[in-house]
């Protein structure tokens, strides 16, 4: 038996004839119940209450008020009681309860949504018209642990100590006493497999960094650094940077640009992979969103908007079996895990960054001088972000190499220079995102610091562009 059931949101109608409906058992079983969005549309309907359609789509931020003591939405009794208590929420409906079902009372309304927040104490039903789980809903967090902890009785083990035990014992399991090869990347999710399979199974791991000449300043360095001298785990470096600028050489279509990257990338890590004896295994960072968006993509016919390779797009030819520990974690679940495991906080927090690097924040053709002059700018912008507390403050900030020149006036002489833009993003999942809006005078300071210190920079812009319709990346 359960110790309590989610129904979850989804775009779904429940006045449509046969609408995605769960058991109706499940009402019966004396679990408690908590229904979210469609989740609470369902449970109100098949209970016997009324749901309306509407082609007026709520979508975005509103203001709950909990009606009465209502300690399950997040705020203390004593607080709510005293005062009606506001709190932000994420709405994302067009149809709603328009009747309760019997036995039910509303436990909080906002001005669109009167049913907001319903409850059945007896019966441990809850249903919310908002949604919980995105960080919008301020009290999102306190909302599910008190259903879970209080109301279904769940105990917290879902620890990053013991989801590295089991990980850990899954792994030596899996791979008893075979070899296993790991692409690194230099974010957080393979190395977190790293240090993870480094810890299980010890030097039966190979690690493969492939330095294709467009990573970051100094990024080459500190990526091998901090495995082999921090954490003990050894790296196999390969040097590709020429064969990559060779085949890079007059492409400047982006497509073609993630292609020829991709392609290469394979090659390199195969033929190293090669040298290693005996390798069964695989190792990936795929973590669970990436599958979630590759099972989307088998059954959509999705435009390619950006074909995205990274390590984890390695092919079938290499004939071994993958590992794919993290496949069962969000983002901020690998992230804390990396912390439990002993990885620096700067790893750890590194803002993404794409798999073909630099190459896809040159517009134009990739050359070295022209990944040399991206690099010092990137460098200083995601320098001076880090020294002005606002790193933390934005999802993903970097430089892009224009393929203009323009003119300014340097003294007393014409000057004819390149132009970078800067980029700086908010967002929660990358799908969507707006541009940060970071304060004149730090865009000055960078901009200032940028012109003087990268003499072939003669003017510097900030991208002002949301996603969508602008993808983060300019190619
Ligand atoms: P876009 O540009 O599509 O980027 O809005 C969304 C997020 O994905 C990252 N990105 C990539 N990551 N391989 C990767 O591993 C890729 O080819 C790739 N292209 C874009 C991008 O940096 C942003 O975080």
Redo the contacts with the bound molecule.
């Keep these: 038996m359960p110790s309590g059931i989610i129904l979850s949101g989804g775009p779904e109608t429940v006045t449509e004839s046969s609408p995605p409906s769960p058991d109706v058992g499940i009402y019966t079983l004396d679990v408690p119940l908590l229904g979210i969005c469609y989740g609470m549309q369902i449970m109100a309907d098949q209970l016997g209450g009324e749901v309306s359609i509407s082609n007026k789509r709520e979508f975005g931020l509103a203001k709950v008020s909990p009606h009465h003591d209502q300690e399950w939405l997040g705020e203390s009794t004593s607080a709510a009681s005293a005062k009606k208590v506001e709190f932000d929420v994420w709405m994302s409906h067009s149809d709603k309860v328009i009747e309760l079902p019997p036995g039910f009372t509303i436990a909080a309304s906002s001005v669109n949504a009167p049913m907001a927040a319903i409850i059945d104490i007896d019966r441990r039903f809850f249903g919310l018209q908002f949604h919980p789980e995105v960080t919008q809903t301020s009290n999102g967090p306190r909302i599910l642990e008190f259903f879970l902890v209080q109301v279904c009785k769940c105990s917290q083990s879902w620890t990053s100590s013991n989801v590295a035990k089991d990980l850990i014992e899954i792994i030596r399991q899996k791979v008893a006493g075979d070899k296993v090869v790991l692409g690194l990347s230099g974010g957080v999710d393979s190395a977190v497999v790293a240090v993870l399979l480094h810890q299980a199974i010890g030097d039966q791991l190979t690690c493969i960094f492939v330095d294709n000449g467009l990573l970051r300043l100094n990024e080459g360095a500190e990526v091998v650094e901090t495995f082999q001298k921090n954490i003990g785990i050894e790296v196999r470096q390969v040097n590709a940077v020429e064969r990559f600028f060779r085949e890079l050489s007059g492409v400047t279509d982006p497509e073609e640009k993630?292609k020829v990257i991709g392609r290469v990338f394979i090659e390199v890590f195969q033929d190293e992979a090669n040298k290693i004896r005996d390798i069964k295994w695989l190792a990936q960072g795929t973590i669970y969103p990436d599958i979630i968006e590759s099972a989307g993509n088998v059954h959509s016919s999705a435009q390619v908007?950006?074909s995205?390779?990274?390590v984890g797009g390695l092919p079938s030819s290499l004939n071994l079996k993958l590992l794919e520990p993290l496949s069962k974690l969000f983002k901020d679940e690998v992230r804390s895990l990396g912390r439990h495991l002993g990885i620096p906080k700067q790893l750890v927090y590194r803002h993404?960054?794409?798999?073909?690097g630099l190459g896809?924040r040159i517009v134009g053709e990739v050359t070295k001088e022209n990944v040399d002059i991206l690099r010092k700018v990137d460098h200083i912008f995601l320098t001076e972000l880090k020294r002005h507390n606002l790193y933390d403050e934005v999802s993903?900030a970097f430089a892009v190499f224009l393929p203009i020149k323009s003119v300014g006036v340097v003294g007393d002489n014409r000057a004819y220079n390149h132009v970078v833009s800067l980029r700086a993003v908010e967002t929660i999942d990358?799908m969507t995102a707006d541009w940060k809006k970071l304060p004149y005078e730090f865009l000055s300071h960078v901009s200032t610091r940028i012109i003087n210190e990268v003499s072939s920079i003669g003017r510097v812009t900030y991208d002002i562009s949301s996603?969508p319709p602008a993808?983060?990346?300019w190619e």
């Design positions: 993630r908007i950006k995205h390779h990274n993404p960054f794409p798999g073909p896809v993903q990358f996603k993808t983060i990346e």
